[in-house]
Nanobody
Framework: VQLQASGGGLVQAGGSLRLSCAAS????????MGWFRQAPGKEREFVAA????????FYANSVKGRFTISRDNAKNTMYLQMNSLKPEDTAVYYC?????????????????WGQGTQVTVSS
């Protein structure tokens, strides 16, 4: 599975961005997908995840109510709609795919990763 993240950019606090993650290859093997982010000098952290069916979603407390994860299996694409952005949301955002069951919150449970897209929120 190959993942390509896009949609990052520079936005003012309170603004919005939508990230996309296009999957190719053996996408039928995907059990679920997620977004993680890593700010300078910090460890990578979980942001949001979604099951293959799209029925279940999971969010970090820091983004709950502001971010929405979704997927379009017909297009093999996952999205992250980010509203009410804050400077602390500034990070490189990575999309990932997991091939097996297990925690959606742990990056170790993901098998494939995209290259990352930079999100910068100015105050």
């Amino acid at each position: 599975v190959q993942l390509q993240a896009s949609g990052g950019g520079l936005v003012q606090a309170g603004g919005s961005l939508r990230l996309s993650c296009a999957a190719s290859g053996r996408t039928s093997s995907s059990y679920g997908m997620g977004w993680f982010r890593q700010a300078p000098g910090k460890e990578r952290e979980f942001v949001a995840a979604i099951t293959w069916s799209g029925i279940s979603t999971f969010y970090a407390n820091s983004v709950k109510g502001r971010f929405t994860i979704s997927r379009d299996n017909a297009k093999n694409t996952m999205y992250l709609q980010m509203n009410s952005l804050k400077p602390e949301d500034t990070a490189v955002y990575y999309c990932a795919s997991k091939a097996y069951s297990g925690s959606y919150y742990l990056d170790l449970r993901y098998d494939y990763w995209g290259q990352g897209t930079q999100v910068t929120v100015s105050s």
